[in-house]
Each structure stands twice: as C-alpha cells, then as structure tokens.
C-alpha cells in the first residue's frame, strides 16, 4: 500500500513488556473501533491480531528499554483504522519467516508456533512489516 493515509485523529499508548499487557491495549482498540463504527466481526478480527502483534513485540522485541509503543490511527471517511505496534528489540526478517504447516504440527514433527503472523495477514487488509536491528514496526490496516 503506496497510499499516504489520512486519518481525523491518531491516539497513542504504551505498555510495558510483560504478560497479559496485551489486554489493554485491545481494550483501547476495541473502544476506538466501536466509536469509529466497525461492525461487530470486524472488530474482532481487529482485536486477534492485535494481540498477535503486541505478544510478539512483548516475546520477540525484548530489550532494555521493555516497553511497546502503540499508535492507533482513525479515519471515519472512508472508516479505517490502523494500529502500529513498535519495539525497539533486534528485529528480524520477515522473509525468512517460514509459513507455518498445519500437517507438520499436527504430525508433531514441529514446535506449534509460527502462527501469530500468518492470523494478522488473514485478519487484516494489510500488513506493513519494517524492521532493523535497532526495532521492529508492525502495522495493522482495517478497512470498514
Ligand atoms: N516484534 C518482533 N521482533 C523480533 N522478531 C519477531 C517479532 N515479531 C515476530 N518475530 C519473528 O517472527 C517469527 C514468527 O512470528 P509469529 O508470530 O508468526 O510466530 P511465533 O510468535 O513464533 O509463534 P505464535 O505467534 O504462533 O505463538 C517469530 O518466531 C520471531 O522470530
Ligand atoms: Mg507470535
């Protein structure tokens, strides 16, 4: 996605990196979301990946600093809400993520991880992926 979004009103929040912070921010993001409009499947959908983004930002983008930082950005013309999820860990390479085998794991010959990513694509209309050694930006585009 090329296009420059517009948004009416951008909202931000941090967490820190312990467990179960998720849960607020899909508070907050379920509350944006139902004053923006979204119906009610969308903003479940909007909620699981979420948690998928802030969860790895909290397993995978440790580092000293052990805070997330969340940017939710709203437009109600045309209705859209992006949610940036960043972490200043070391990063990794998305390319290199190897797409999860549901006949592996149900034959056990591998870990059953590997999914959070594969449940934000599918959730989503788009998701923009930017990491370097110094962080990683996720952000989650839904469209109403
Ligand atoms: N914020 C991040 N910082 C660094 N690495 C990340 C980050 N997010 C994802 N990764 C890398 O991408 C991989 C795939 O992420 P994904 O969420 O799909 O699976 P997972 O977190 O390993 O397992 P699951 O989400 O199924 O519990 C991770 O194992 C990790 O190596
Ligand atoms: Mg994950």
């Known amino acids: 996605m090329n296009e420059k979004l517009k948004f009416d009103a951008i909202e931000k929040m941090t967490v820190p990196m312990e467990p179960n912070q998720e849960l607020q921010v899909i508070e907050r993001a379920e509350k ?13 959908e909007i909620k699981l990946a979420v ?10 983008g440790r580092n000293a600093e052990r805070i997330v930082y969340i940017t939710f950005g709203l437009s109600h013309q045309p209705l859209r809400m992006t949610i940036t999820i960043s972490d200043s860990g070391a990063g990794f390479n998305p390319d290199s993520v190897r797409e999860p085998d549901i006949r592996e794991k149900i034959n056990k010959r591998e870990r059953k991880r590997g999914w959070g990513l594969k449940i934000m694509h599918s959730l ?21």
């Open 32 to 44: 944006l979301a139902r004053e923006l409009g979204f119906d009610r499947d969308s903003i479940d």
């Open 51 to 60: 948690i998928e983004a802030v969860i790895n930002a909290i397993e995978h």
């Open 124 to 144: 989503m209309d788009d998701v923009i992926i930017n990491s370097s050694p110094s962080g990683t930006q996720v952000t989650l585009i839904k469209s109403g």
